[in-house]
């Protein structure tokens, strides 16, 4: 019997601290910096690249990605192809690293540019949200002169109602042209959902992101909203989607959440069937970890992907923002 051929592959991996220009708050965490796990897979004429962050809120932190990726190295190095990998680990940063990669690589093996592999259209430039933190409103006020660019503002809230309604009020206040949205972070309880919907409506808000503790998401169940309510830490797959999907009008990908562009590509095509509107975010992130979530961008309704406009370090960032949109070059990651 006929055996398929492998390509051997060479695999490295590091470790970036991603530091941010600032620290940045949300509910329940102030982050100073969102470390990375940076994966390289080789064939020894082409090179594939791959970016991950993790899962905070999981544990998922680079000793746990590199553990992973140290766990699947063997089979890695012997061939497996990127269908396979899908088995070898679970959703996750450490598939996502890999996952990215391996499109990479293929996109060069098959001089093809990944968004061509990926059947979605050419890349175009799209309209991004800028985050603001869960800070004080004296804080937020100093801040809005350097989101004078952005056509869409997205807020973190705290889940304090009052502090958050004044937030929000000085949000409004100083970009009444904005569309904005705000991200809770699981920070909310079911029964506060009614009075912060109603401020939230009154402000003009267009989208209400994670407002409840992830578990707890039955308590949606014949709740309706006015406005939009998107799934975030609630649904972090494909299965969870097909089971808790129906909850939710929005749902956010993000490829460390799903473990790559791979998965998260089938989550942009089952959410359109379900009836939902697709967005795309990241975990912060550089320019890197951008480019595979900037092709599933080319899918989605909405796109939230200003990670590295906050790191220190990135100098590529300045690049690909213009005018509140985000234009990744195909160029930059895979053939063009």
Known sequence: MATT??????????????????????????????PAVIATLGDGQYEGRGEAAGVYYLNDDPAHMASEIERVRGAIEDGVDRRELQELLPAGGARNA???????????????????????????????????????????????????????IKLKLAGDLAADTARVETVRKARPDAWIGVD????????????????????????????LRRGDEQALAGWRSPIPVAADESILSLAELETLGHLFQVMNIKLDKCGGLTEALEIAALAKRMGMQVMVGNMAGSTLS??????????????????????????LAEKIYDDGMVMVPAEFWGHA
């Open 98 to 152: 890999l996952d990215c990669a391996f499109w990479e690589l293929e996109s060069f093996q098959q001089q093809r540019p990944v968004w061509e592999l990926a059947g979605v259209s050419p890349p175009r430039q799209l309209v991004t949200t800028f985050t603001l933190p869960a800070e004080d409103p004296a804080y937020l006020r100093a801040r809005l002169p350097g989101f004078a660019h952005a056509k869409a």
């Open 184 to 211: 809770a972070n699981q920070g909310f309880a079911s029964d506060d959902l009614d009075a912060l919907v109603a401020m939230l409506v009154a402000q003009r808000v267009s989208l209400l992101e994670q407002p």
């Open 5 to 34: 051929s492998r390509t051997a592959l060479t695999l490295r991996h590091r470790c970036d601290p991603m530091r941010m220009k600032e620290p940045f708050r949300i509910s329940g965490y102030l982050f100073e910096g969102i």
């Open 290 to 315: 951008t480019a595979p979530a900037f092709v599933v961008a080319q899918l989605c309704d909405l796109v939230d992907l200003d990670g590295p406009s906050s790191l220190a370090n990135d100098p």
